[in-house]
């Protein structure tokens, strides 16, 4: 099942993740970069505030640009592959899917041709290196480790507008 389109009010927001150079699909990879990013909270006495996402910075499929993280009640020091900052505020095209996780490349898909077709433009710019955003997200409300159902699985795809 997926959501109509919609556009949603975000406010800022702190996280940390890990910074990932992938090529899709790349679900194979995404458990270890979990597990370190999980390790890294209990070893420095954070705790997440929200649901894990993936923000995807650039974009040149089959390659990626991407930080898979969790919000924080505040930014942190970091170094290495961990990167904290804030997402952005503003004004965002969304989408929220219910179903396996194989089918998000469609769901992206889906909010992209809706907002060119009713003239929403995304906080993007193409780039030699591919399309850069603003911020481009996958939120995942559940996981198969809580979820067995494939069909139960939720996931908001929301990309900033251009102000």
Partial sequence: MLTLPKIVDRPTLAYVAIKAHVTAPFGDKIPDILHRLFRYLKDNNLREIGPVFFRYTRV???????????????????????????????RYGEVTYFGPYDDLVTVNGILIGWAQHVGWTFDARQEPEGEWFANRLEIYHNSPATEPDPAKLQTTVSIKLKD
């Fill in 60 to 90: 040149a499929m089959p390659h990626l640009e991407m930080e898979v993280g969790v919000p924080l009640d505040r930014t942190i020091a970091t170094n290495g592959d961990y990167v904290s900052g804030s997402l952005p505020a503003g």
